[in-house]
């Protein structure tokens, strides 16, 4: 079984001041689960993402993916990035087709991955495009399907929607959801929107800030598909609200100036 | 009024100040007003440009020019790029190099250009090391900023598929280096093809320069003027050039 073991992980950037971005992490990621780790801005969110995809190592502490700890970049995880960071020389086709093009895979072969992909996320059509014909929800559907193609267990997801408009989010996650169900991997997910956390997640983890701790773990275990605006998630919503709330009045004094 | 119609008045507006210019000049040479050892009046210009254009001497003039900027140019940016690699890619080779680059780059060039001679003699491979002296800098300076410039985010793609090196520096480093690397290109090209007619000018046996320089002393002085027309055309087809090929090989997914 893969699923990530994250024990006791701290992460200090170094320079004339060394800032801690995390401090003490210690989680528990199951296999197949939809992760949501939630926080604000500064909370090291995507430190801790970034870590996961082996593209930074703790300063203290352990990640152990399946059963070995994680020293770099695998092939079983796949990113999704903020900003798609799509490749703007190459069209969509190329730009998904880059994992199993750098594995060697022939590009005979790479063909029919990279078109059941791109039919899965709805980009149908769109493959000799290049990114910048494309619009911001695309874009991120095209990213999402880079990741895919190269067939990972697990995608990690650093702010993915964070760039787009509210209704087009709202089909992203909504698809999202569909495809995580078809395709039965792991998610882990980082927003700072409670409402997409909450409607996402089998678990929402709260991160605090400055330095990032992990705050709280909710357990979401409504059924899916999910309603939008249940009654039940709402009350979830307002005890993270209520959670963030509580972390500002003691941590964060504002400063008026 | 409208986008169009202020555009029409402004090219119109642009052919009357040419027209006018022309005109000028044509009656301050026919009227004697300025010798004609000064200026040539413009229909004498293009009657010695039709004269050139028929003398096979024009041609094989041209041709020397141009082998010699190819040369020297196509030399450059060979080399050109791959010190530049050589320099980003290598770790601690810009930190290391830096202070004789940018030494070297401040030189003026046309100074060496006496001293070369002396070294090299007054022929083709003089000419190509002048285009080449003239031509490296910005090819360098231009990659190292090219590939510097690459997107964190596009290296984090890259790292994330556990790309190679060498991946790496061919599936994105480079790539995303294209545009700079042009612009690199276009600004050589032009102080290459001065590189080339400066050093005939100063000495040599054939080239435009060369007959720049003759017709000069000669004081035939529309035929001077009918050869920076020559010069001039030559100078905007080889950017022209370069422009299209940055469009069509390189450039595709900019241009829509």
């Known amino acids: ?257 | 009024m409208s986008e169009r119609g202020i555009l029409w008045r402004i090219v119109a507006g642009q052919i009357l100040l040419l027209v006018l210019f022309l005109g000028t000049v044509e009656v301050v040479v026919q009227k004697g007003i300025v010798g004609r050892l000064y200026l040539s009046a413009p229909t004498q210009v293009v009657q010695e440009l039709v004269k050139l254009l028929q003398q096979s001497e024009t041609f094989r003039n041209l041709y020397v020019t141009l082998l010699e900027f190819t040369l020297g140019f196509g030399l450059s940016v060979v080399l050109g790029f791959g010190i530049g690699l050589f320099l980003v890619l290598v770790s601690r080779a810009e930190q290391f190099f830096n202070p004789f680059l940018s030494a070297l780059m401040a030189i003026p060039k046309v100074t060496i250009v006496p001293l070369l001679t002396l070294w090299l003699g007054i022929g083709l491979v003089h000419k190509v090391a002048v285009v080449f002296l003239f031509c490296i800098f910005p090819i360098i300076y231009n990659t190292v900023a090219g590939i510097k410039q690459t997107s964190e985010n596009y290296l984090k793609v890259a790292r994330v598929f556990e790309a190679t090196s060498y991946q790496t520096v061919t599936k994105v480093i480079l790539p995303s280096a294209v545009p700079s690397i042009f612009a690199g290109l276009r600004v050589s090209a032009g102080s290459g093809l001065i590189g080339a007619l400066f050093g005939e000018m100063l000495a040599s046996k054939e080239g435009l320069g060369n007959m720049l320089v003759q017709s000069t002393s000669l004081y035939d002085t529309a035929r001077v003027f009918a050869l920076i027309t020559v010069v001039t055309v030559v100078s905007i087809l080889i950017i022209a050039f370069i422009n299209l090929l940055e469009k069509k090989v390189f450039l595709r997914w900019k241009s829509s």
């Open chain 1, 1 to 257: 079984m893969a699923g990530f073991s994250i024990r006791h992980v701290s992460k200090v950037y170094g320079g004339a001041v060394p800032t801690v971005a995390l401090e003490d992490i210690d989680l528990t990621i199951h296999d197949g689960e939809f992760l949501c780790i939630l926080g604000p801005s500064g909370c090291g969110k995507s430190t801790l993402l970034e870590m996961l995809a082996g593209l930074q190592l703790p300063t203290s502490g352990e990640i152990v993916y399946g059963d070995k700890i994680l020293q770099g970049p695998d092939r079983r995880l796949g990113v999704v990035f903020q900003d798609p960071s799509l490749y703007p020389w190459r069209t969509v086709f190329e730009n998904v087709e880059l994992g199993l093009e750098i594995r060697g895979v022939k590009k005979a072969d790479r063909k029919n991955t990279v078109q059941k992909y791109l039919t899965m996320v709805g980009l149908d059509g769109f493959e000799h495009k290049y990114p910048h014909q494309l619009s911001g929800g695309m874009k991120q559907r095209a990213g999402l399907a880079r990741a895919l193609a190269n067939r990972p267990d697990v995608l990690l997801m650093d702010e993915p929607f964070g760039a787009v408009d509210h209704l087009t989010r709202l089909q992203l996650q909504n698809d999202l959801l569909n495809i995580w169900e078809a395709e039965k991997k792991t998610v882990v997910f980082v927003t700072h929107d409670v409402n997409e956390a909450v409607f996402l997640g089998d678990r929402v983890v709260l991160l605090s800030p400055r330095p990032g701790k992990l705050k709280q773990i909710f357990n979401i275990s409504h059924q899916r598909p999910r309603e939008r605006g249940d009654a039940g998630l709402l009350k979830i919503q307002n005890d993270i609200y209520a959670a963030i709330y509580e972390n500002k009045k003691q941590a964060e004094p504002e400063y008026h100036l």
